[in-house]
């Protein structure tokens, strides 16, 4: 029972960095809209963006380190020979850390890069401005190619969790 401890921690991680996501792209986004005075949508945007990038890159540090402690368990159990390599596991995990790097990349852009410049444009009173414009198009395309590699990621910890699919026949 205590070995499904780091998998169970896994899955709440998971779900710390995927449902901010859907709830930042469904909910916030669109009830900031209807705030009229730009000064307080940018202060709710602040307070926001800073708790749930928090929470993020604290999902994401916990996903990465029980990750690993995940794949040593994995390596542990099934002791792969070389004869034995099961080749659509071993794609679907790799496919699976192609897209969390890209999903990590994506939020550093965002994080480090889109998001700062769109509040220092705002904070100069530029919102109606093709610089504004462009990076609210630049932020709104990164959040949802983020989206759908987060999701993209755990449909394949799902392959991956499935034995009749990860599991070769003998």
Avoid: C
């Avoid at 969390?100 to 769109?118: D, E, K, N, W, Y």
């Amino acid at each position: 029972m205590i070995d499904t401890i780091p998998v169970w921690i896994h899955i709440v991680a998971a779900a710390a960095w995927v449902g901010p996501q859907f709830f930042m792209f469904l909910a916030t986004v669109p009830a900031l809209r209807v705030i009229d005075d730009p000064e307080l949508r940018r202060r709710v945007l602040r307070v926001i963006a800073t708790r749930f990038g928090w929470l993020a890159w604290g999902a994401m540090v916990v996903l990465v380190l029980s990750g690993l402690s995940n794949v040593f368990d994995h390596e542990d159990e099934s002791a792969i020979s070389v004869l034995d390599f099961d080749w659509r596991y071993s794609w679907v995990f790799f496919a699976k850390m192609g897209l969390v790097a890209l999903t990590i990349a994506l939020t550093a852009l965002h994080s480090f890069v889109v998001g700062p410049r769109q509040m220092r444009v705002a904070e100069e009173g530029g919102t109606d401005s093709p610089e504004a414009a462009r990076l609210r198009r630049a932020s709104i395309a990164l959040s949802a190619l983020n989206l759908l590699a987060s999701v993209a990621v755990l449909y394949a910890a799902a392959l991956l969790a499935n034995d009749r699919f990860s599991i070769q026949p003998v």
